[in-house]
């Protein structure tokens, strides 16, 4: 387990019904369940974002689909479309 995995699984791991990839970006999405999926740049994790924005995340998705960096100690949650 990487320490962006272990940092992920710290800050969301009882929520998350998965936690995926690798990286520092988290994208989050906030729907029925919350996903987390793990991204290296911050380019990357906006690309999966914009398609899930997109199309949906899922069945219940509700649009509320996040990026923050793991790395920060403090996280302001705020969701955009």
């Known amino acids: 387990m990487s320490e962006f995995q272990r940092r992920a699984e710290s800050k969301w791991g009882r929520k998350a019904a998965r936690i995926q990839g690798d990286g520092p970006y988290a994208l989050l999405a906030w729907c029925r369940t919350l996903t ?10 906006e690309t999966s974002k914009t398609n899930i924005d997109q199309i949906g995340c899922g069945g219940a ?12 100690k403090r996280i302001r949650y705020k969701y955009s479309h």
Do not use: Y
Not at 36 to 43: G, I, R
Not at 61 to 72: A, L
């Open 36 to 45: 987390v999926t793990l991204h290296n740049s911050p380019e990357e994790a």
């Open 61 to 72: 998705c509700s649009r509320k689909h996040e990026i923050v960096d793991v790395r920060q």
